[in-house]
């Protein structure tokens, strides 16, 4: 009963002054919404970037051919050996170059009345790229590149959605022709729009990546992509790949080759994240502990101008204690709902930066409460010496000054 008394007499006593509990109020609401924004926005866009590594294939490596004249590329053997090593679910070299692409009315139902000649992207892939490393490649009719394409070095394609979009609008040209370099290719496809990390392949048009080897003169691919099967040792299937690597260059210095790992391209990723987050996070705890100060001045001043109640009630018999609670109390109810307001207004700005921006929101109600509890604490920290300074008042003095 008598806690309730004295939760009731202080909010009496900031609704008496709630211009200036609003204004002290507000240093806190800052701060939360900084910290808690600052954090769910980083979480968010650390969840994306790791779900759209996922969603490339699952744990892959990238081996590229560095410094050396002893192999100008991959040839499809090479491939096809390190595609057969333990561990290997399949690799994905890609191939990228512009090239001439001519559309011919006679040779398809596309925008143009005359023949429309552009400088595009052509992409080399095999079927791996769209079975399995690229989970995002949908195909919206037609069909992907199959194995017989790469096998036969087939004069086949697939567009991008951009680019398929643009020339042909949502007419599907399956079965019709272009010219890639004045050489007919058959359109055997449309993907869908790509989202993520890799959306090259938009506004390119995808041949299997053996044709654009011989009949495109793309040459052969110095790098391609290792997907690594699930529940494999990662390390294990790495060392065996970088003792392949070796073997082909006839060499024992990784110099002329790199592995690089999807794993530890996340964790620098995710460092990089921590880092800047930290920093954003210590810049968000300078603007509450700025609104602390604020509640400690607001409090000081306060004592002040109720010196008379407080020698008023020393001198009924109000022991210090229940001086110090009644402005300590005060002092946390300010910080306590400049938090819930922060981290209310903290979610809702997250939330429509995630609209925005584009990234997954992800909203941890722990990392709301912790957010809450900070200003808790900053309201005990910074309403301490107030409350301490009204408690050893003398209440003589207290009277005489009033």
């Known amino acids: 009963m008598f806690l309730l008394s004295t939760i009731r007499m202080s909010f009496s006593n900031l609704r008496a002054n709630a211009m200036r509990t609003f204004l002290t109020m507000l240093g806190v609401i800052i701060g939360i919404t900084s910290i808690l924004a600052l954090l769910t926005i980083g979480q968010g866009v650390t969840d994306s970037v790791i779900d759209q590594l996922a969603g490339l294939g699952g744990n892959r490596a990238t081996v590229s051919l560095e410094d050396t004249t002893v192999k100008q590329g991959f040839t499809d053997e090479d491939l096809k050996r390190f595609a057969s090593l333990e561990g290997v679910s399949g690799v994905a070299p890609q191939l990228s170059s512009y090239r001439t692409i001519t559309l011919l009315p006679e040779l398809t139902q596309?925008?143009?009345?005359?023949?429309?000649?552009?400088?595009?992207?052509?992409?080399?892939?095999n079927d791996f790229y769209f079975s399995t490393y690229t989970k995002n490649a949908k195909i919206l009719s037609g069909r992907s590149i199959s194995t017989d394409d790469v096998t036969h070095r087939t004069n086949v394609c697939v567009l991008g959605y951009d680019f398929w979009q643009k020339h042909y609008g949502n007419y599907s040209p399956v079965g019709e022709m272009l010219m890639v370099n004045n050489t007919p290719c058959t359109i055997i496809g449309v993907m869908d729009k790509l989202v993520g990390i890799d959306v090259s392949g938009n506004n390119?048009?995808?041949?299997?990546?053996?044709?654009?080897?011989?009949?495109?003169?793309?040459?052969?691919?110095?790098?391609?992509?290792?997907?690594?099967n699930s529940g494999d040792d990662t390390d294990d299937v790495i060392a065996r790949i970088e003792g392949l690597c070796a073997q082909l260059l006839n060499t024992s210095k990784n110099s002329t080759y790199s592995v690089v790992n999807q794993e530890e391209v996340l964790d620098m990723v995710l460092t990089i994240t921590d880092l800047v987050l930290g920093m954003l996070a210590g810049i968000a705890v300078i603007a509450l502990v700025v609104?602390?100060?604020?509640?400690?001045?607001?409090?000081?001043?306060?004592?002040?101008?109720?010196?008379?109640?407080?020698g008023l009630r020393k001198a009924l018999g109000a022991r210090p204690a229940v001086i110090l609670l009644q402005f300590l109390i005060e002092a946390v109810i300010i910080s306590l709902f400049g938090g819930i307001i922060g981290v209310a207004l903290g979610v809702a700005a997250s939330y429509i930066a995630s609209l925005l921006i584009g990234y997954t929101f992800s909203f941890n109600p722990v990392t709301a409460m912790l957010a809450l509890l900070f200003s808790l604490g900053v309201g005990v920290l910074f309403g301490?010496?107030?409350?301490?300074?009204?408690?050893?008042m003398n209440p003589i003095e207290a009277l005489r000054s009033s």
């Open 110 to 125: 596309s925008n143009y009345d005359s023949p429309y000649t552009t400088s595009r992207r052509v992409m080399g892939v």
């Open 204 to 228: 390119a048009v995808i041949v299997p990546y053996t044709t654009a080897v011989q009949t495109f003169a793309m040459g052969l691919p110095e790098s391609f992509d290792v997907v690594i």
């Open 291 to 310: 609104g602390g100060i604020g509640i400690m001045n607001m409090m000081l001043v306060t004592v002040s101008e109720r010196t008379a109640e407080i």
């Open 384 to 392: 301490l010496l107030p409350a301490r300074r009204a408690a050893k």
